[in-house]
């Protein structure tokens, strides 16, 4: 099965360009301090390639996009992706139209984490409308349906977004967005709290990491809503400024696992939109720069509680609350767009600080990418 999706992964990556409209290649190095992202740092290096695709049919289009990432210091988090869809725009006037979408997605990871790999099946929906010459209305849909290596994480989940744009002759931008989500894990059978990870060896520092799925009597669908804000002014033509928040309730429900963990660039289903309640707010600056370098410097500070997921000691031991993290974020990138190639270079540093002290840690990333992009047909 895994030469299969390797052989089918090499193909579509190899013959789909000669025919598609618009193929990018990139490729990036990144090195962080902390690929595990908990309170004992550990280096190392990753190497991503990636590739996207798309082939226009008058109003349906099909695209693909897949990478490759490799950890050499844990190559056990090496993993790759591939993501195949259709789409489908229908103008419903002049100023208003509708937007469907297929897609399909493979995540595949090494033995020592095939309990995330997973397979999906997403649709997508979307509706957007001009109000006026400088206001926008958008909604969409989005169902989603993952079916992962171990069937304790496997779910079905339904999305609605709402969002108002308008903008001003003053160069300002104001963005309103109101979200719902609504996640339901298909592992109800579940009737033993056996360790999922154990035998594969998680650790983190001296305290294992040990991921435990809920009983079948308790609530497996979590419910939230969120409310998003956005004001962006432009300076001149060269400077650019934004302030963004949002805040996030959990309505139902809570993480049915006893741990939620992070890692860099490998997504962890135990650790997603779905885990956590809370804010962010977030600040960002963009300069072109002298020989139109694009320089984005960006703050954001979150303040997220787990609900059900308790704070441990270091040897494993409950403290009687639920986990918070506060976390401060800051980014500086740097990006020179030529004709058909882009290069890109930029730094993190993460200071995440929680009540589980196996989670309050700090790391940096820095990160060099170079990206090709040709255009056969009509470029979107």
């Not at 109800?188 to 009983?215: K, L, M, N, Q």
Request: glycine share 6%; hydrophobic share 35%; net charge negative.
């Amino acid at each position: 099965m895994r030469r299969t999706i390797a052989l089918f992964f090499v193909l579509t990556a190899v013959s789909l360009p000669l025919t598609a409209d618009t193929f990018s290649f990139a490729f990036f190095q990144y090195r962080t301090d902390n690929v595990f992202q908990n309170a004992y740092p550990e280096n190392d290096q990753l190497s991503s390639l990636n590739f996207y695709l798309d082939k226009d049919f008058s109003k349906i289009s099909l695209f693909a996009e897949g990478n490759y990432v490799y950890a050499h210091q844990h190559p056990n988090l090496s993993y790759s992706y591939l993501d195949v869809g259709l789409d489908y725009l229908y103008p419903a006037s002049e100023k208003s139209a509708f937007y469907f979408a297929l897609i399909g997605q493979g995540m595949f990871y090494r033995p020592d984490y095939e309990d995330f790999n997973y397979l999906s099946f997403n649709f997508l929906g979307a509706f957007k409308a001009y109000l006026s010459p400088t206001s926008i209305f958008k909604t969409n849909y989005i169902l989603e349906y993952k079916h992962y290596g171990n069937s304790l994480f496997n779910f079905i989940s339904h999305s609605l977004d709402a969002s108002f744009d308008a903008y001003f002759q003053t160069r300002t931008t104001i963005k309103a967005e109101l979200s719902w989500g609504y996640k339901y894990y298909l592992n109800s059978e579940a009737s033993e709290e056996v360790p999922i990870e154990e035998e594969h060896g998680f650790r983190g520092g001296r305290r294992d990491i040990i991921i435990y799925p809920s009983t079948a009597d308790e609530d497996q669908a979590i419910q939230i809503c969120a409310v998003k804000g956005l004001i962006a002014q432009g300076i001149g033509s060269r400077v650019g400024f934004n302030i963004s928040g949002m805040k996030q309730w959990t309505l139902s429900g809570e993480n049915p696992f006893s741990s939620a963990l992070e890692f860099y660039m490998v997504e962890n289903p135990s650790y997603d939109r779905f885990s956590w309640q809370g804010y962010q707010i977030g600040s960002e600056l963009t300069v072109l720069v002298p020989w139109n370098i694009e320089l984005k410097m960006s703050y954001t500070k979150s303040e997220k509680e787990f609900p059900g997921i308790e704070s441990l000691d270091l040897e494993g031991n409950p403290l009687g609350v639920t986990r918070q993290d506060t976390r401060e974020q800051f980014e500086a990138r740097l990006e020179k767009n030529f004709s058909r190639i882009s290069l890109f270079l930029s730094y993190i540093t993460i200071d995440n600080q929680s009540n589980d002290p196996l989670f309050d840690w700090q790391g940096n990333f820095l990160s060099l990418g170079v990206e090709w992009n040709v255009f056969f047909g009509v470029k979107k």
